[in-house]
């Protein structure tokens, strides 16, 4: 059971990311920290100063 439920929370806690990334909301600074499996995620990123090729 410990292992399904690491899965999960790691590709949750991916897909959050990439939905971030996907929509270019950008955040200054996102610490993550999940005592209970170890994760700690830190991201650091700057406003985008040109705009995507969608824009």
Same mark, same amino acid.
């Given at each position: 059971m410990?292992?399904? @439920?690491?899965l999960?929370? $790691?590709?949750?806690? *991916?897909? *959050? #990311? %990439? =939905? #971030? =990334?996907?929509?270019?909301?950008f *955040?200054?600074? =996102?610490?993550?920290?999940?005592?209970? *499996?170890? =994760?700690?995620i @830190? #991201? %650091? $990123?700057?406003?985008? $100063?040109?705009?995507s090729?969608? @824009?």
């Amino acid at each position: 059971m410990d292992m399904l @439920e690491l899965l999960i929370k $790691s590709f949750s806690t *991916i897909y *959050i #990311i %990439r =939905l #971030i =990334l996907k929509h270019n909301l950008f *955040i200054n600074y =996102l610490k993550i920290k999940v005592k209970f *499996i170890g =994760l700690d995620i @830190e #991201i %650091r $990123s700057k406003q985008k $100063s040109t705009p995507s090729a969608k @824009e």
